[in-house]
């Protein structure tokens, strides 16, 4: 009796399974359909953004706008780098290790001393400010930061820029940050308090090294932040000098038109670093995004 259960229930699986790979095989077919129209969504724009930077004014607006510009030029790209885009290429560098090295410097020291003092109620205190960080957006206080400038007569130049970047940049570091350093087991800590380690000593030979992705990551996202920052540069500088290649597009931008391939043109060459940028650090990046996961 038990052999015809035991065969009977082996029955029903092995005529259960076609089916089931059947209905997993119409799932698959929904998401690829979904993931080809997630691709087309980012590569359709990429591709006319591209291919636009490479007409002419005029073939801009007689043409179909996905098509190969049929007398391919450079004069925008020349164009873009003659109105003075090294300049603002040199400025967004700037204000971007500008930004990255302190912010990520300061926000991994207190995310250390938050973990390593987890008693204290002043760290837990501070930890809490790091949090309501978070959930104020820079466009609610623009104006007591344009105050502040102007206060520390800061405005129109580069540390303008830097210093409230900083500031913002720091809420999320400590966040994610903490989160790394609290996986490092604590009995590598105490080991190398038994060997006589400061915790100056344990900060850079145990956290560093073992906190490394998290740090490319923290620095990778703080950057793009700052790098395609908008509303900073518009509010707290005035010279075109200190412009930073968000503002450069205003540039190709007239009293009754506007000059699209030059702008495309230099939306080109300001996101090229970041992707140079991707295609180096992509290992490290990945690594930081999925050791939370992989823990």
């Known amino acids: 009796m038990a052999?015809?259960?035991?065969?009977?229930?082996?029955?029903?699986?092995?005529?259960?399974?076609?089916v089931r790979a059947h209905k997993l095989l119409q799932l698959n077919w929904f998401g690829g359909l979904a993931g080809w129209i997630w691709l087309a969504i980012v590569v359709i724009p990429l591709y006319w953004i591209v291919v636009t930077s490479f007409k002419d004014q005029s073939d801009y607006f007689t043409q179909n706008p996905f098509a190969l510009p049929s007398a391919p030029t450079s004069e925008n790209y020349k164009l873009v780098i003659?109105?003075?885009?090294?300049?603002?290429?040199?400025?967004?560098?700037?204000?971007?290790?500008?930004?990255?090295?302190?912010?990520?410097?300061?926000?991994?020291?207190?995310?250390?001393?938050?973990?390593?003092?987890?008693?204290?109620?002043?760290?837990?205190?501070?930890?809490?400010?790091?949090?309501?960080?978070?959930?104020?957006?820079?466009?609610?206080?623009?104006?007591?930061?344009?105050?502040?400038?102007?206060?520390?007569?800061?405005?129109?130049?580069?540390?303008?820029?830097?210093?409230?970047?900083?500031?913002?940049s720091i809420p999320l570091s400590v966040l994610v940050l903490s989160n790394?350093?609290?996986?490092?087991?604590?009995?590598?800590?105490?080991?190398?308090?038994?060997?006589?380690?400061?915790?100056?000593?344990?900060?850079?030979?145990?956290?560093?090294?073992?906190?490394?992705?998290?740090?490319?990551?923290?620095?990778?996202?703080?950057?793009?932040?700052?790098?395609?920052?908008?509303?900073?540069?518009?509010?707290?500088?005035?010279?075109p000098d200190k412009r930073t290649l968000p503002l450069a597009l205003w540039t190709f931008q007239g009293q009754y038109s506007v000059n699209v391939p030059a702008v495309l043109a230099s939306v080109v060459l300001t996101t090229l670093p970041i992707v140079i940028l991707y295609a180096v650090s992509r290992r490290q990046l990945l690594s930081g995004l999925t050791a939370g996961f992989s823990r």
């Open 180 to 239: 790394f350093i609290r996986d490092v087991p604590k009995e590598l800590f105490e080991s190398m308090r038994v060997d006589g380690a400061t915790e100056w000593g344990m900060l850079r030979t145990l956290a560093f090294p073992l906190t490394r992705p998290a740090l490319v990551t923290v620095s990778i996202y703080n950057g793009l932040a700052v790098w395609n920052g908008f509303l900073l540069p518009l509010i707290l500088t005035q010279s």
């Open 3 to 18: 052999i015809a259960t035991t065969s009977s229930t082996s029955t029903r699986r092995a005529r259960g399974g076609p």
């Open 82 to 168: 003659e109105s003075d885009f090294p300049r603002y290429f040199i400025n967004s560098v700037i204000v971007t290790i500008g930004t990255i090295v302190p912010a990520v410097g300061i926000s991994f020291m207190a995310a250390y001393a938050i973990i390593r003092g987890a008693g204290s109620r002043f760290l837990a205190g501070v930890n809490g400010m790091f949090l309501m960080g978070l959930a104020i957006p820079l466009q609610a206080t623009i104006i007591p930061v344009y105050l502040l400038i102007i206060k520390m007569h800061l405005y129109d130049s580069l540390l303008a820029l830097i210093l409230p970047s900083v500031a913002f």
